[in-house]
């Protein structure tokens, strides 16, 4: 399996500053045949599931506020949230679908 | 708008079996492969089981095969996995999760979630 692992493990922002989550996979996830990388990125918030808000590493779901953007290839990937709102406290999750789906261990943002 | 409701978690002795339901609406769900994902308490997030749209393939967790099952009716909208031989290490919230892609082969990410049902495997 491919083994995703994220950094760091926690990370404190000031509100309307930028935080950057950091995404590492044991092999590429870039499919060559369609140039295309098999990385999504989640948002969890407390008793709460998932929600999607990045996939194939830089699109953005639908109803995503555009402060939140993905970046990288190969096996080096980042969320960036250009200017943190409160809302924003979550735990955030990598995810490969290049094999079996597997997820990195969550970056915890609060609020510095 | 769509929705999966997961439900049937509960607690049970290890080496007993529990079902887990999940009840989508909002889209046509026979034309979508479905997931299975848990989380244990307090833990990150991990892939359990797909089953495509048409039911003929399906692929497991290497820590769940061979001990669950996953199966769907789509004459009622519902997915299910079968859980049995359970183990403390299954402890966990075990989620819904909808394919994106129509006819998806599983290799996908996630588009919905349902909220999770809470199973606990303890004597």
């Known amino acids: 399996d491919i083994v995703m692992t994220q950094s760091p493990d926690s990370l404190a922002v000031s509100l309307g500053e930028r935080a950057t989550i950091n995404c590492k996979s044991s092999?590429?996830?870039?499919?060559?045949?369609?140039?295309?990388?098999?990385l999504a990125w989640y948002q969890q918030k407390p008793g709460q599931p998932p929600k999607l808000l990045v996939y194939?590493?830089?699109t953005r779901e639908s109803g995503v506020p555009d402060r939140f953007s993905g970046s990288g290839s190969g096996t080096d990937f980042t969320l960036t949230i250009s200017s943190l709102q409160a809302e924003d406290v979550a735990i955030y999750y990598c995810?490969?679908?290049?094999?079996?789906?597997?997820f990195g261990q969550g970056t915890k943002l609060e609020i510095k | 708008q769509v929705q999966v409701v997961e439900s049937g978690g509960g607690v049970v002795q290890p080496g007993g079996s529990l079902r887990l339901s999940c009840a989508a609406s909002?889209?046509?769900?026979?034309?979508?492969?479905m997931h299975w994902v848990r989380q244990a308490p307090g833990k990150g997030l991990e892939w359990v089981a797909f089953?495509?749209?048409?039911?003929?393939?399906?692929y497991y967790a290497d820590s769940v095969k061979g001990r669950f099952t996953i199966s769907r009716d789509d004459s009622k909208n519902t997915l299910y996995l079968q859980m049995n031989s359970l183990r403390v290490e299954d402890t966990a919230v075990y989620y819904c999760?909808?394919?994106?892609?129509?006819?998806?082969?599983?290799?996908?990410?996630?588009?919905?979630w349902g909220q999770g049902t809470l199973v606990t495997v303890s004597s």
């Open positions: 999760a909808k394919d994106p892609t129509l006819g998806g082969d599983g290799y996908n990410w996630f588009d919905y």
């Open positions: 909002g889209f046509t769900f026979s034309i979508y492969g």
């Open positions: 089953i495509r749209y048409d039911g003929n393939n399906k």
């Open positions: 092999q590429s996830v870039l499919y060559i045949s369609n140039n295309k990388n098999y």
């Open positions: 194939w590493a830089s």
């Open positions: 995810q490969q679908y290049y094999g079996t789906p597997t």
